[in-house]
């Protein structure tokens, strides 16, 4: 039994044996077409013809992912940190929505079993999980926080400014009612979306404008820039083994041990290094 568990683990958490890709592309398929089913449910004319088999279709693939959700709980050494990890509860909340919809009966809670079955698209975040790609921006992005935090800091900051000096500026005549209905205006223009819902009338208030709208072009690449540059520093890895201690994932190609835990990574051969290998 402690073999198959083994096995288990390997299918289910690596994808780099034969039987993990597939695990994998399995499970890839069911998340794009559990979500397609919810892209399709919400549309009035296929719901009412075929609500019946979508609804069927989508417990099946509810029952898969509860028996997923249960299985990598099982293979675990230590099964909370699994339980409340990012990965833990996106895997919950792909389950919990059809079972919540039970609960929510009755005609007043139709809005709140509508909006509860909705929550089922959130399975689209299980797919970063199975790509090297999205675990790698991922963790760009993480590295990146607290410049990206300055730069929201700072558009925030500019956007404020701008607001406010175009409600002195044009004033409730020309539309700008309030400070927040400028500084909505100065979103919108700073990020060359321009709804033309409000605009200035001055000459001025065009001049500003044209100022923002210049450095909205030059503020909406540095997000890419910041997140760019950290990807170009990290290195390359195509270790796919996660750790069945303290589920650790960022492990270099030639390592043998957990570099947070010291556990073996490979389970295979657990029952063949020394209980004190790991800290050596």
Not at 99 to 119: D, K, W, Y
Not at 122 to 127: D, G, Q, V, W
Request: aromatic content about 12%; glycine content about 6%.
């Amino acid at each position: 039994m402690k073999i198959n568990k083994k096995k288990l683990y390997e299918i289910i958490f690596e994808a780099d044996t034969r039987e993990g890709k597939i695990f994998d592309v399995i499970l890839i398929a069911l998340i794009l077409f559990s979500v397609f089913l919810v892209l399709l449910d919400s549309i009035a004319s296929v719901r009412e013809k075929y609500g019946f088999v979508i609804h069927l279709i989508e417990w099946f693939i509810t029952g898969i992912f509860l028996l997923e959700y249960i299985l990598r709980i099982y293979v675990l050494d230590r099964p909370v940190k699994y339980i409340l990890s990012f990965y833990g509860i996106i895997d919950l909340m792909a389950i919990l929505p059809n079972f919540l919809g039970l609960i929510f009966v009755g005609g007043q809670s139709l809005m709140i079993v509508r909006a509860v079955r909705l929550l089922r698209v959130f399975r689209i975040f299980k797919l970063s999980r199975y790509t090297s790609a999205g675990r790698t921006l991922a963790r760009a992005i993480y590295r990146s926080r607290e410049k990206i935090f300055m730069f929201i800091a700072v558009v925030l900051t500019l956007v404020m400014i701008f607001g406010t000096i175009m409600y002195l500026v044009e004033g409730e005549k020309n539309g700008f009612t309030s400070i927040p209905v400028s500084i909505y205006w100065a979103v919108v223009t700073l990020t060359t979306v321009g709804y033309g819902d409000i605009s200035p009338v001055t000459g001025f208030g065009q001049f500003l404008a044209s100022i923002v709208m210049i450095l909205g072009y030059a503020i909406i690449a540095v997000p890419t820039g910041i997140v760019t540059s950290e990807m170009m520093r990290m290195p390359a890895r195509d270790n796919t083994q996660v750790c069945h201690s303290c589920m650790f994932d960022r492990h270099d190609d030639d390592a043998l041990f957990c570099k947070r835990c010291g556990a073996c990574l490979d389970t295979r051969k657990d029952d063949d290094v020394p209980e004190d290998a790991g800290n050596k």
